[in-house]
């Protein structure tokens, strides 16, 4: 498969096309960005590091019954993904209160609700990335009613997924994002990064953050932390 011309620049990844019309190649930057622009930074071997763990958890979501558009990971830096449409909204998935829901609502971020939450937000930086429900998503044409449930199932499977990958390797996964997209043949895939970048992830033994609040709050030691989830996860899943 060759590499071909840029066709996408975002905040942490850029997409190229390949000469295959069904495959991108998808390569991790070491930029981080935080509070829309507002903050950034280059954490050295970020890429390295977030391809490595964003393959290995994609490959086994993949081995479990989920389909997702990683295809393999191809060098240090780079995935071959599939082409699929991306469907423009996240769904966050919460299992423990923290970030914006914490701070929206006046609930002490580590309370543990008793349901797990999903929240979808549009994906449009000028309008903040507003929080959406189901209604909206079906009257702004982004997904049918079917499709929302579809995605809450798949992302509740990936929760119980991860939890367990990630409680094996001392792990407690607090909140994460996906995205979705629909290939040629109309299946809703997984469709994105899977890294601390975009997840929260506390020590269990410590309580200590190991995700990308590290660089949001200043908290110190990123690349140390990323380095350190990415060896107990590969090590994990014996890669
Ligand atoms: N998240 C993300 N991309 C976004 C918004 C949120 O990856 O554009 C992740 C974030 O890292 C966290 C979870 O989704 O793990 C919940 O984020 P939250 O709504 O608390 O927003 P935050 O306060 O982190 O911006």
């Known amino acids: 498969m060759k590499q071909l011309e840029?066709?996408?620049?975002?905040?942490?990844?850029?997409i190229y096309a390949t000469d295959?019309?069904?495959?991108?190649?998808?390569?991790?930057?070491?930029?981080?960005t935080a509070f829309y622009n507002i903050k950034r930074a280059k954490i050295e071997n970020k890429g390295k590091m977030n391809c490595a763990i964003s393959s290995n958890i994609l490959a086994f979501l993949e081995a479990n019954g989920i389909n997702t558009?990683?295809?393999?990971?191809i060098d240090e830096t780079s995935q071959l993904c599939r082409v699929v449409e991306h469907l423009p909204f996240e769904v966050i998935v919460r299992n423990v209160i923290a970030g914006s829901m914490a701070k929206r609502l006046g609930i002490d971020e580590g309370v543990v609700p008793e349901n797990t939450i999903f929240d979808l937000c549009l994906k449009d930086e000028e309008l903040g990335d507003p929080l959406i429900n189901d209604h909206h998503a079906v009257a702004l044409g982004l997904a049918t009613y079917e499709e929302l449930v579809k995605i809450y199932e798949i992302s509740a499977r990936v929760n119980t997924l991860l939890t367990e990958l990630y409680a094996g390797v001392g792990i407690r996964l607090v909140d994460?994002?996906?995205?979705?997209?629909?290939?040629?043949?109309?299946?809703?895939?997984?469709?994105?990064?899977?890294?601390?970048?975009t997840c929260r992830i506390w020590d269990i033994e410590t309580g200590e953050c190991m995700d990308k609040d590290r660089f949001r709050r200043d908290l110190g030691r990123v690349r140390e932390t990323y380095?350190?989830?990415?060896?107990?996860?590969?090590?994990?899943?014996n890669k």
């Open 227 to 237: 380095q350190e989830v990415a060896s107990r996860l590969c090590n994990a899943l």
């Open 69 to 73: 558009h990683f295809v393999e990971q």
């Open 176 to 197: 994460f994002k996906v995205e979705f997209g629909r290939s040629s043949d109309g299946e809703l895939v997984l469709a994105d990064e899977l890294t601390p970048d």
């Open 20 to 32: 295959c019309s069904e495959r991108v190649v998808v390569r991790f930057k070491d930029d981080a």
């Open 6 to 14: 840029l066709l996408y620049e975002g905040k942490s990844k850029l």
